[in-house]
Each structure stands twice: as C-alpha cells, then as structure tokens.
T-cell receptor
Framework: DGGITQSPKYLFRKEGQNVTLSCEQNLNHDAMYWYRQDPGQGLRLIYYSQIVNDFQKGDIAEGYSVSREKKESFPLTVTSAQKNPTAFYLC????????????FGSGTRLTVV | KQEVTQIPAALSVPEGENLVLNCSFTDSAIYNLQWFRQDPGKGLTSLLLIQSSQREQTSGRLNASLDKSSGRSTLYIAASQPGDSATYLCAVMNTGGGSYIPTFGRGTSLIVHP
C-alpha cells in the first residue's frame, strides 16, 4: 500500500528535551511538508522540502529543525527552543507539479509533560 | 497574499439533508483547489481536487464546484449521513513563486445527527 507513515502516534516531551517526529512515504513524491495544527487555528506551515538535501522555512520554523537526506524521509525535530510545542503535527507530500494535490499522513500528537 | 475563508465555521443538521459548504478566496490566480475531510485526531483525507480549468468534480454523494472569477468554491453533500460528521477544509494552490504551497481555510465543522 502506498502512503505516508507518521510515527509515533502520540509523543510526550519533558521540558528541555528535543524530540523527533518521523515521516516516511513510499509514494515517490518529491515534495514533503510539515504542518502544525492547534485547536481553533488553521494549519500552519513549519518547514517544507521540494527536493532531497534542500528544505525551506515555513511560517513558524523557530524552534524546529528538519533534514531531507532521502526522498522517502523528512523527520522533524522539536527542540527545547520551541516554547509551546503541544500540538498535532501533520506531514504531507506532493508530486513535483502544480496540478497535483496534497496527501497527508495520520499525524502525531505531541504533549509536553 | 491569498486568504481563504470557510463559512459557516460550524453546522449541525439532521440526517438526510442536502448541504452546501462554502470556501472563498481573495486571489483568483490559482492552479487548483482541494477539499479535505478531517476526523477528530486524524489526518486530512483528500475528497476532491479541482484544477483551475475545471468547473466541478464529483465523487459519489460529493460535488465540488469552482468559480475562479468570483473566488468561490462550494462542496455539495447530498443526502447527508451521520458518518459525514467531520471537519471539512479547503486548500487553494496559488500560481507563481515556484513553490506549490496551498493556503488552507480553517474549516467547517459538520455534525449530522440521526
């Protein structure tokens, strides 16, 4: 089955810790994206990557970091510099063309304890 | 900068009703518009993708229309069922800039009660 796998489904972070959220895809899509979703707010773009070894900041990149060493993988690290990380995180992919839509993963819920 | 608005923000209807969800956008220079469904605690599931050259797309009981000149799209749900209860989001993909990043609306939360 082709798709996007986000893991873990639930993640708990202690104050001062870095945590990494995984996003893996076997759709052979070029572009990958990370969004944050908070209650009552829309989706906010954190980082995106349109080709391997290249990525760009989105609207709320502070306190986050990413890498894109392989086409299939786009992990997101939430660093201790992110002061309010509790949220639902969504990974999305897209073929590298403007006339294709997005495909989303099932999300990771991160909670600070 | 593109702005996407979805009205109403919430909707509660009895089973069997035909529904119209609205999505409006400020910049008509778009590649496409995509409708998604999101169940609580889940990711977004794509429902319909309308290219800028198209007027509508249909899938089962769902029909999405696009009027670029007026900056509007509607999602029509026929004969609604309790299983249709979810949040529905629209996303608009703008032309230009070389980055295919859509602008999302905040969604319409739909409850269909038996």
């Amino acid at each position: 089955d082709g798709g996007i796998t986000q893991s873990p489904k639930y993640l708990f972070r202690k104050e001062g810790q870095n945590v990494t959220l995984s996003c893996e895809q076997n759709l052979n899509h070029d572009a990958m994206y990370w969004y944050r979703q908070d209650p009552g707010q829309g989706l906010r773009l954190i980082y995106y990557s349109q080709i391997v070894n290249d990525f760009q900041k989105g609207d709320i990149a502070e306190g986050y970091s990413v890498s894109r060493e392989k086409k299939e993988s786009f992990p997101l690290t939430v660093t201790s510099a992110q002061k309010n990380p509790t949220a639902f995180y969504l990974c999305a992919t897209q073929p590298r063309a403007e006339n294709y839509g997005y495909t989303f993963g099932s999300g990771t819920r991160l909670t600070v304890v | 900068k593109q702005e996407v608005t979805q009205i109403p923000a919430a909707l509660s209807v009895p089973e069997g009703e035909n529904l119209v969800l609205n999505c409006s956008f400020t910049d008509s220079a778009i590649y496409n518009l995509q409708w998604f469904r999101q169940d609580p605690g889940k990711g977004l599931t794509s429902l319909l993708l309308i290219q800028s050259s198209q007027r509508e797309q249909t899938s089962g009981r769902l029909n999405a229309s696009l009027d670029k000149s007026s900056g509007r799209s509607t999602l029509y749900i026929a004969a609604s069922q309790p299983g249709d209860s979810a949040t529905y989001l629209c996303a608009v993909m703008n032309t230009g800039g070389g980055s295919y990043i859509p602008t999302f609306g905040r969604g319409t939360s739909l409850i269909v009660h038996p």
